[in-house]
């Protein structure tokens, strides 16, 4: 029984107190699913997208989220391949044109036409989301809906960000912001594919985390440190730096530092996406250690399915804390002050 109204988080403007209010459930087009939203994940993303921290509007008034794990409880009359009842995620790429360049090879994310949950369309954090069919995540019906929450987009980011950083099993890749949400994935699926992982965060819970449960082999402490770049190079066995960099932090100045550390031939792949930050690397050091500095957005169908296939494996185990939606804008204060150890899950039912 699908009722006529759910519980939202809504943003009536940009930067505005959330409304925790009832609204309808929308009804699924031809090509679209209803899922009922069990859990989202809380992405920073959802944060930057409520303080309008980016050179691209969202829609208004608009239900945020984009790590939504639930059931299908309808579906459009064009939909064959997804039934009532699969288990399923939205995820940040809600749909996508199929008809451009870019989704003729599968590189769906870069589509210049795409549906943003949580963004350009209402999103998870509500009790029923909509989804175009080709797009959500097959989620086997054995997996924890709460745990596999954050591979949505945590998970599918960091992964693609991994296998963009060509840094191949033995070799050493540094974690930029390795004790939040992404980064503490990244450590997970970093071990999983063979790699060597540096944490570089703050506080001794992270580091803790990062250490003991995730498989960090070092950390570096970015408030702590007098020279992070030499503490990072340190790290490596030969004092050479690490083969591949994945900033997911949310601050311009690691951005800045990484082509500094990195080893010669390396990899700096950018995630994180700080308001109003630039790129700066010294050009000298850039050449003649033969740097590649490069940016990775999510990842598309194929890569998403791989990603939730390490965690359906047992690879994958981060640390997640679970709160009811309701109390969605105390996970964002927490998020502010760079607080979260790991990421917040959210039930929708409370
Ligand atoms: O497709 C993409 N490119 C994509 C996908 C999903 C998310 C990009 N993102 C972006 C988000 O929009 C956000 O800007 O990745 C960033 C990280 O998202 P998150 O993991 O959800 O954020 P978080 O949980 O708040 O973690 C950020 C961590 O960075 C650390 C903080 O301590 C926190 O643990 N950090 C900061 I702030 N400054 C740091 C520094 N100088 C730092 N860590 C190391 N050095
Ligand atoms: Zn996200
Ligand atoms: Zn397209």
């Not at 939202?8 to 940009?14: D, N, S």
């Not at 995730?214 to 190079?233: I, T, Y």
Request: some cysteine; charged content about 20%.
């Amino acid at each position: 029984q699908i009722p006529e109204e759910q519980w939202a988080q809504v943003i009536e403007k940009t930067g505005a107190p959330l409304q925790y209010k009832k609204i309808p459930v929308a009804k699924p087009g031809p090509d679209e699913v209803l899922v009922n939203i069990k859990y989202s994940g809380v992405c920073h993303t959802d944060l930057h997208a409520w303080q309008g921290d980016w050179p691209l509007a969202t829609k208004m008034p608009l239900v945020g989220g984009h790590e939504g794990a639930g059931i299908v409880v309808a579906r459009g009359e064009l939909v064959e391949d997804v039934q009532i009842g699969d288990h399923v995620g939205i995820k940040w790429l809600n749909g996508s044109c199929f008809a451009c360049d870019f989704c003729q090879q599968s590189d769906e994310p870069l589509c210049p036409k795409p549906q943003l949950s949580g963004y350009t369309v209402d999103g998870t954090f509500q009790e029923y989301c909509i989804g175009k069919a080709a797009h959500v995540a097959r989620i086997p019906k054995e997996l924890p809906l709460d745990a596999v929450a954050p591979v949505l987009c945590a998970g599918i980011t960091v992964y693609k960000g991994l296998k963009e950083s060509g840094a191949k099993p033995g070799q050493w890749v540094a974690i930029v912001g390795a004790g939040g949400g992404l980064g503490s994935l990244a450590l997970q699926y970093a071990k999983a594919m063979g790699l060597r992982a540096i944490a570089i965060d703050t506080g001794d819970e992270k580091k803790e985390m990062c250490i003991n449960q995730l498989g960090a082999e070092h950390f570096v402490d970015f408030s702590k440190s007098s020279n992070v770049v030499k503490d990072v190079q340190a790290a490596t066995p030969d004092g050479l730096g690490p083969h591949a960099v994945l900033l997911v932090a949310v601050n311009e100045k690691p951005f800045q530092q990484a082509a500094e550390y990195v080893r010669p031939r390396g990899t700096v792949v950018c995630i994180g996406l700080p308001a109003g930050a630039y790129l700066k690397a010294p050009v000298f050091e850039s050449v003649v250690k033969m740097i590649t500095i490069k940016g990775s957005y999510v990842g598309n169908r194929k890569d998403s399915a791989e990603a939730i296939d390490f965690f359906a494996r047992g690879l994958i185990k981060s640390p997640f804390k679970t709160v009811g939606l309701s109390e969605l804008p105390s996970v964002y204060e927490k998020m502010q002050k760079g607080e979260i150890v790991g990421r917040y899950v959210l039930d929708t039912s409370k």
